[in-house]
């Protein structure tokens, strides 16, 4: 049995209580956990939670933006807001599907974080005034034991308290 946990931190706004279809007009960072310790058998199921928080949204132009980050030993950011070819819930889709395939180690939230805030969150990355952010993080574990304090990079990026945590338990 297989016990995947995600650790959620968003900025400013409870995500998954709202039941709304449509939730609100954001500029959404996710960042992807893909150590192994998440096991390839697990990739569709992190796909498929991505994408159904994903299909809330409507993405579109003057609508949601989604950027999209990976992370293990290195981080990747795989689109910016402001590349309208993602301005689509279907390209969105597809990049999430398309972005995950290996899983590789170690865990390194430090950089994940440091890439969230110097390439994602800014406005030449095209983060909006005006239009209010959130950061959907999801891993199962620590960083690594040699990574860089990151609390700084959390704090720069304006985190609110509304951190919390569910597991899901997958049958073998
Ligand atoms: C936008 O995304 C497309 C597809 O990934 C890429 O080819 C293009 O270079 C990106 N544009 C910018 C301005 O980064």
Redesign the pocket.
Request: no cysteine.
């Given at each position: 049995m297989t016990v995947l946990g995600f650790l959620i931190v968003c900025l400013g706004i409870s995500l998954i209580t709202a039941t709304e279809n449509t939730i609100c007009t954001l500029d959404l960072g996710l960042l992807v956990d893909t150590t192994r310790s998440i096991e390839e058998e697990n990739i569709p199921t992190v796909k498929a939670a991505l994408q159904h928080l994903v299909q809330k949204f409507d993405i579109s132009t003057d609508g949601t933006h989604v950027s999209f980050e990976t992370f293990a030993a290195k981080s990747k950011l795989h689109?910016?807001f402001n590349?309208d070819?993602?301005h689509s819930k279907e390209a969105v889709l597809d990049l999430i599907s398309d972005s995950i395939n290996k899983l590789t180690q170690p865990t390194r939230l430090d950089f994940a974080l440091k890439t969230a805030k110097e390439h994602m969150f800014t406005e030449e990355s095209g983060l909006r005034p005006g239009v209010r952010s959130a950061m959907v993080l999801y891993t199962d574990g620590r960083s690594y034991p040699g990574s860089e304090d990151f609390f700084l990079d959390v704090v720069a990026l304006k985190v609110i308290p509304s951190t919390w945590k569910f597991s899901k338990t997958f049958p073998d």
């Open positions: 689109n910016k590349n070819t993602y």
